[in-house]
């Protein structure tokens, strides 16, 4: 098992957190199947290789339809697949 360790003492954005996974070896099609998997319908993720400030990075990007998608959070953990933690 692998272990990452974040302490964003100013902060982290979403998205700057799950580029950061992503070219760590994170697979890309395990976020891009994530909304499916979530059973949001309409929901979209586009993944680009960016440049920012010099610095190479991936830019993870949500498209959300005209409906939205909406569920509670617990809802949404639990379809997600992820292992709850006790």
């Excluded at 580029?19 to 890309?28: D, I, K, R, S």
């Excluded at 949001?40 to 610095?55: H, I």
Aim: with cysteine; charged share 20%.
């Amino acid at each position: 098992m692998r272990i990452a360790i974040l302490d964003p003492a100013a902060g982290i954005s979403g998205d700057m957190t799950l580029g950061a996974l992503l070219a760590l070896g994170v697979p890309q099609t395990w976020l891009e199947g994530l909304p499916a998997r979530l059973g949001l319908t309409g929901v979209g993720v586009a993944v680009r290789d960016v440049v920012r400030s010099g610095v190479a990075c991936k830019q993870v990007e949500f498209t959300i339809g005209r409906e939205g998608a909406r569920f509670g959070v617990g809802q949404g953990t639990r379809r997600s697949g992820v292992p709850a933690h006790r």
